[in-house]
């Protein structure tokens, strides 16, 4: 097969969650140890660090692999969804996966996919298992792909586990509560090896304590610990952020810029820091200088793409990725603190989403743009527009995407700033994020 005829067999023949819904997901982790049997286990041949939560996991999944890159290590970084292109979700010190690489694997194993029947993800796991054990990977940073507990990535025995967040999202397949969906989480806790939790929230710290105390496994919550915060706004040609960071109530890295600038990043790094003490416990060598660089030049570094993503200034053009309610709100927090004139919004969702509660957090305020990503799972833009409405929300439906943003660029002037959000699904057909990473 070409390339294209194998993403079509990967994307037809196995359902893929982030396209299709509820139908894409098997809970299990029989298939993927059916998988990793036959290709040898090797899952067994790396360390790793498994990284779940609702919020936060990607970006912090990204700053970790970053961080060791600049460490020197060989890293491995598994991450789901893909924004454009398949090849993006599995990366070997920021080089993607090689197509040919993609089509000759499934050519090989397509007769065992035949025989277990694996699920999308499922299969994608495998392959980056796989692929990271041939690579001699120093380390591999695995995000979880849904839950935990039962996720296909759970077949590690990492060094460190990290939870970011717990929010709600996914209640159809995780639970309605958050203890329930907390618990899901805490299903990557292993024996004996340490978990760090990103945030202490009252709600599920001790659905977090339980679960480690049963395992005999050292867990840390490093916000007591760490504490950040950004002391100005992004520099406008690099979008670097200068920030504070303390340790025990004491400065640490002094003079640190992040490179990821939406606000919500202050919540997620905690957990970052606290993860490479637990490495570095573990006979990790990680310098100042590497934590530095690996903050100021994570994008670079990873390819990172979609976490308040600026593309355009004058009107100033902004992209994220926030989806579920929790982090629509901290998304929505930092856009009201810019100055503008007029504030015009593109934004599309998905069908099994509370689109009801993603549209209440949106300013009343704005010019609205609605759309439809080309995915199954999305809600048509005419019934986005239909719901909104009734929400006192405004704007009219487009045909696609692009449309939605062309529409948006030519109604907006100099000071007004131009939105896309909504769904990961808008901001991956956003063509300018795909523009060449600027060095920093």
């Known amino acids: 097969m070409t390339y294209s005829e194998t993403l079509a067999y990967l994307y037809e023949q196995l359902p893929m969650f982030q396209r299709v819904g509820a139908a894409g997901f098997k809970k299990g982790l029989g298939n993927t140890l059916a998988l990793a ?15 779940a ?79 990271f054990a041939e690579q001699r990977v120093d380390i591999a940073i695995v995000e979880v792909g849904l839950g935990g507990r039962l996720d296909s ?14 929010s709600l999202d996914h209640q159809a397949l995780l639970g309605n509560t958050l203890p329930e969906i907390a618990g899901e989480k805490a299903g990557i806790i292993k024996a004996g090896v340490p978990v760090v939790v990103s945030q202490t929230q009252p709600e599920v710290a001790e659905v977090f304590k339980r679960e480690a105390a049963g395992k005999l496994a050292h867990l840390v919550f490093a916000d007591q610990i760490y504490e950040t915060k950004f002391t100005a706004e992004p520099e406008p040609e690099t979008g670097l952020r200068p920030l504070v960071v303390t340790q025990h109530g004491r400065p640490y890295l002094p003079n640190a810029e992040l490179g990821l600038p939406g606000d919500y990043q202050q919540f997620n790094l905690p957990g970052v820091l606290a993860t490479l003490d637990e490495l570095r416990a573990q006979g990790f060598h990680i310098t100042d200088a590497a934590v530095r660089t690996g903050l100021r030049q994570v994008s670079q570094l990873t390819g990172l793409r ?6 355009g200034r004058q009107p100033l053009v902004v992209c994220d990725t926030g989806h579920n309610t929790a982090g629509l709100r ?31 957090l949106l300013p009343a305020a704005a010019t609205y743009y609605f759309c439809a990503a080309n995915i ?28 939605a943003v062309a529409a948006a660029r030519a109604a907006a002037e100099p000071r007004d700033v131009v939105f896309i959000g909504g769904s990961t699904f808008v901001v991956a057909e956003v063509e300018e994020l795909f523009a060449p990473a600027r060095p920093a």
């Open 37 to 51: 049997e036959a290709l040898g286990n090797p899952e067994r041949e790396f360390r790793s660090v498994h990284v």
């Open 53 to 131: 939560g609702t919020n936060g996991k990607g970006s912090s999944s990204h700053l970790l692999a970053a961080v060791l890159q600049a460490a020197g290590y060989k890293v491995g970084l598994y991450t789901s969804p893909h924004l454009r292109e398949f090849t993006e979700r599995i990366r070997v010190n920021g080089q993607e996966l090689a197509p040919d690489y993609l089509v000759a694997w499934v050519a090989r194993w397509r007769p065992l996919f035949e025989q277990v029947q694996p699920s999308f993800f499922e299969m994608c796991v495998a392959l980056a298992y796989n692929y």
């Open 153 to 166: 990535t759970n077949i590690i025995t990492p060094l460190v586990s990290l939870i970011t967040n717990i």
């Open 306 to 311: 979609g976490r308040w993503s600026i593309i």
């Open 330 to 360: 901290l998304v929505m927090a930092q856009l009201q603190r810019l100055e503008y004139k007029r504030l015009h919004m593109v934004v599309g969702a998905v069908q099994d989403k509370d689109v009801a509660a993603m549209l209440e």
């Open 376 to 403: 199954p799972r999305a809600l048509p833009a005419q019934d986005l527009a239909q719901q909104a409405l009734a929400l006192g929300l405004s704007g009219m439906a487009y045909g696609s995407v692009a449309a």
